[in-house]
């Protein structure tokens, strides 16, 4: 068991997420389906889909799988729900219910799949949810993920386009989990940084969410397979601003520039630069550090766009409750991205 599940897979994590420049080719052909209480759907798309029931309650719905990133099927389990329950924290959401999403080879023993199931159990609990069942299909290569089904106030969702000039950017945590976790397949383990990136992994956004609603962001996103420049590329262009991020305030794990520096890269940083390269504007910027930022992130941290007055006393309620929270940058008038 200690080497089935990512023997099985090609790439693990949202580094096996499908590039995002042909997803933007995909998408332009649909048209937005014509319906009043469709609060956000694909004109832009977000983190989920908002739909209103009534005015008190819409729903937040979101699916998201993956293969396997780690060797231990309950971790991975984890890691997997986590990274889709954080998706409807991400809109402000609060997650009531989740459904499994599965492809298993016939050959991985019951036990490993059982194990699966039991570390996505765990996190939807704590995530106040039920995983009340789902789908699973044969397949050579694992996958797991979830639907998520959660409420939120028709008048009280965030979405990744209104972010405004003067805001103050903030990240909740750290960047470098695709570089591990590709490094450590390579046999180039950190383990201090490892260690690290599977506690951020499994770490619910639902206390960053909570402590964020009372400061009323502007905008905010989850910083997943993209990497953080894919992601701030869309906060931008959808929000008519520019971002400007600081190389070198961005908070990094253990080991993970080091890895950097010596060259390691997964798959999805040459798909995330012919995403968000052209937008991006990083000349002076060393290349490690630059590949951190175009890093596939999994389950990552919120990027948060709010007034910069608010920034300290956001900072200090984060401080107050052991959260973590690092200010990255900041929005101007303008388009496009700069990583100075």
Request: charged share 20%; glycine share 10%.
């Amino acid at each position: 068991m200690a080497s089935t599940l990512t023997s099985l897979a090609t790439s693990g994590g949202c580094a096996a997420k499908y590039p995002a420049a042909r997803l933007e080719e995909l998408l332009r052909g649909f048209v937005p389906a014509d319906a009043e209480n469709l609060l956000v759907g694909l004109a832009p798309s977000d983190d989920a889909a908002v739909y209103k029931l009534d005015d008190e309650r819409a729903l937040v719905f979101t699916v998201d799988f993956f293969p396997p990133l780690v060797d231990d099927p309950v971790l991975f389990g984890r890691i997997a729900a986590t990274n889709a329950l954080n998706d409807v924290f991400a809109m402000g959401g609060i997650p009531l219910l989740a459904l499994s999403i599965a492809a298993f080879p016939e050959s991985l023993p019951n036990e490993t799949v059982a194990a699966i199931f039991a570390g996505a159990d765990e996190q939807v609990r704590a995530a106040g949810a039920l995983l009340a069942g789902g789908h699973t299909l044969r397949d050579d290569e694992p996958k797991y993920g979830l639907a998520v089904v959660g409420t939120v106030r028709p008048d009280g969702f965030w979405t990744q386009s209104a972010a405004r000039a003067a805001d103050a950017l903030l990240l909740t945590k750290p960047l470098g989990t695709g570089l591990l976790l590709h490094a450590a397949r390579e046999g180039r383990r950190h383990e201090e940084g490892l260690e690290a990136a599977f506690r951020s992994m499994t770490e619910l956004s639902r206390e960053a969410a909570d402590t964020l609603r009372t400061f009323e962001p502007n905008a905010v996103t989850d910083v997943t397979g993209f990497g953080l420049l894919g992601h701030a590329h869309e906060m931008a262009e959808r929000s008519g601003v520019r971002i400007e991020l600081d190389a070198h305030a961005l908070p990094l794990f253990p080991g993970a520039r080091e890895h950097a520096s010596a060259g390691i890269r997964t798959g999805g940083d040459r798909r995330n630069r012919d995403f968000a390269g052209p937008h991006v504007d990083a000349d002076a910027v060393p290349e490690d550090l630059l590949a951190l930022a175009y890093d596939p992130q999994t389950s990552g941290g919120l990027l948060v766009s709010l007034p910069a007055d608010k920034a300290p006393v956001l900072q200090a309620h984060f401080e107050s409750q052991k959260l973590f929270v690092c200010r990255v940058g900041r929005v101007v008038e303008g388009s496009g991205v700069s990583l100075l």
